[in-house]
């Protein structure tokens, strides 16, 4: 069998051109001043043992791969053996060539295959060896088939890169816990993945943020995607497959253009095991407990030797945090105790209802800072003396948001009634308006005041909090402030309206930044609706919809060990694309119909 049938075609003006290079130029650590840099990547000249080889030693196995120039490995952990030993692969620079070898032995009867993809450089310029993957087999054969795939963020829909991708033959629920898989790859910089010389058989599979690198899933530290059937195979491997093809990671429209047989949506399952993990005291009356688990379930809290109603408490959405605060003006000991009853693992794995007292101390850099305003009141701040609160008056969500106000501690008095809103219009005339306050149902120190009449472009409103209308658990009261609004009059904003339709459950329905990674406006939809996204700017976009299938206003994790997939997230495309370009002076109208979406 001729090596050229085996190692990737590599042009022959390539070929030519480091032939013709003088030896005593080749190689150099340092190129000569003036010369053109090299931006050609290394080439590999010679394998042993030769692709497609069978009956390879199942013991003390060395591959070596010999490039044209000196090379370096930029990253080892990218020198993937699969089906993966307990150990992984050993490689070692020797001149021009890198050798891999096992430190445990291969298993008999196996087809295996070493990728290179992103693990070797040239030693001058550090170009990137576009990869290389040999397959062999401890055999007398070479296994045939093929999978290619690809891994997602979730919420996000964006591919991962380095994502371990792992095929089982075992088809129970504990495998990817306890074993290593039959078969694995690393998705590349788009997400992509392809597992190729595999068995013609049924498997499971799942991917894996494996962060220990021990092929095999942690659920307490790693992210995981599971495929809801079994999969098998159906194509066969051959050299002119375009998917098993090695690209350049920045040529969009070919990485672009390959086919995928799986989608694998990656997600981080809520633990386990139930417990108080972390512990703060962040005041004088103030703490926070963190839980390992969401939803946590507390059947009794109270401070020792205080009343309970003296404890105030807030748990965050997802029910992982909560937040205390002490309403009582006598001084604080440095140690509250506190002590609660919730729902705890216990040995056996069961949630039982636990007793446990907590201990919050008073931390060094707490008291230090606590003992310095104490020394003097020159230490002392106005925010140290005033009922602090934070607002937001945002003109461009307004009509869905209001104004919003943030307390830094829980109001004991308020005075809501007392508020002053005023209305001026394009005439410089002036009336009184009337708003309505809503507590948040997840945070009890925010606030939303909404005017009760629609907003009018052309108009300022004015949102005035009087001085001494509030009073928050350390007593102190609120500074006066005006908060005003008026509509943007920029021409050149631009709007997006999406008119919903068939809309038969709850949906989630974001607008976000082009990276997806902030949300701009939210809506909740449970019926046929017109969304308005006004005020926008010229930039990209994406719109993302969520199924919201228990009703609970949260985008749901899943669970492995039930088969449930993360609650179902989809991003409404323009042309078949997800980014949507918003230009200058735009008002873009689309419809809708989640039922078609979603289906």
């Not at 020198?79 to 070692?92: A, D, F, G, T």
């Not at 310029?125 to 795939?149: A, H, K, R, W």
């Not at 030797?305 to 003006?329: A, T």
């Not at 007292?357 to 800072?369: D, P």
Request: glycine share 4%.
């Amino acid at each position: 069998m001729k090596l050229s049938s085996l190692i990737p075609l590599i042009p022959a003006a390539l070929i030519l051109g480091s032939l013709m290079v003088p030896s005593g130029c080749a190689n150099t650590t340092t190129p000569p001043s003036g010369g053109p840099k090299d931006t050609i990547p290394p080439i590999i000249t010679k394998i042993s043992p030769l692709p497609g080889t069978v009956n390879v030693p199942t013991k003390k196995t060395k591959i070596l791969f010999t490039f044209n120039e000196y090379v370096k490995i930029k990253d080892a952990n990218s020198i993937y053996l699969s089906p993966p030993l307990e150990k992984r692969p050993k490689s070692e620079i020797k001149g021009k060539s890198l050798e891999v070898t096992f430190e445990s032995p291969l298993d008999s009867n196996t087809t295996y295959t070493l990728d290179l993809t992103g693990a070797i450089v040239d030693n001058n310029e550090g170009n990137p060896f576009p990869g290389y993957t040999l397959v062999f087999s401890t055999g007398p054969q070479i296994d045939s088939m093929c999978m290619t795939g690809l891994v997602q963020d979730c919420n996000t829909l964006m591919p991962l890169k380095g994502i371990t991708v792992m095929l089982y033959k075992d088809q129970a629920d504990s495998a990817v816990f306890l074993k290593r898989p039959v078969a694995a790859a690393k998705t590349d910089d788009w997400g992509f993945f392809s597992i190729r010389n595999i068995k013609d058989t049924v498997y499971r599979v799942y991917a894996v943020k494996d962060e220990n690198n021990n092929n095999m899933y942690d659920p307490e530290s790693e992210r995981v995607a599971f495929l809801d059937s079994l999969f098998r195979p159906s194509t066969m491997y051959n050299d002119s497959l375009y998917e098993l093809q090695k690209f350049d990671m920045k040529d969009t429209a070919l990485c672009l253009a390959r086919k995928a047989d799986v989608e694998l949506h990656l997600f981080r399952e809520k633990p386990s095991k139930q417990m108080i993990v972390k512990k703060e005291r962040v005041g004088l009356r103030t703490a926070y407990l963190t839980f390992m688990a969401p939803q946590t379930v507390v059947h009794d809290m109270r401070i020792k030797g205080l009343p309970r109603e003296k404890l105030i408490s807030q748990f965050n959405p997802q029910r992982d945090s909560l937040e205390l605060w002490v309403n009582d003006q006598r001084k604080m000991p440095d140690t509250l105790k506190l002590v609660i009853n919730y729902d705890k693992t216990d040995s056996t794995g069961t949630l039982l209802p636990t007793e446990e007292t907590v201990k919050l101390a008073i931390g060094k850099e707490l008291r230090a800072e606590l003992q310095k305003k104490q020394a003097s009141t020159k230490n002392r701040k106005h925010e140290d003396t005033i009922a602090v609160y934070t607002t937001n008056a945002d003109p461009t969500t307004i009509e869905q948001y209001g104004y919003q106000v943030e307390f830094k501690y829980p109001l004991i008095e308020s005075a809501w009634d007392s508020l002053k809103f005023k209305i001026r219009n394009p005439r410089q005339q002036e009336s009184v308006g009337k708003v309505k306050v809503i507590q948040d149902s997840t945070n009890l120190r925010r606030f939303s005041i909404m005017p009760s009449e629609a907003l009018q472009p052309g108009f300022e409103y004015f949102l005035k909090i009087p001085h001494r209308l509030f009073r928050d658990i350390n007593g102190y009261y609120n500074d006066s402030t005006v908060l005003k609004v008026s509509f943007p009059n920029d021409e050149k904003l631009s709007s997006i309206t999406l008119e919903l339709k068939n809309v038969k459950n709850k949906y989630i329905v974001d607008l976000l930044t082009e990276k997806r990674d902030k949300v701009v406006r939210s809506f909740i939809v449970e019926k046929n609706a017109n969304l308005v996204f006004p005020y926008l700017k010229a930039g990209t976009y994406a719109i993302r919809i969520t199924e919201d299938l228990n009703r609970n206003n949260l985008v749901d994790t899943g669970v492995l060990l039930e088969h449930k997939q993360p609650e179902k997230v989809l991003y409404f495309k323009v042309e078949d694309q997800v980014p949507i370009k918003v230009l200058e002076k735009a008002e873009m109208i689309w419809q809708i119909d989640i039922k078609e979406m979603f289906k």
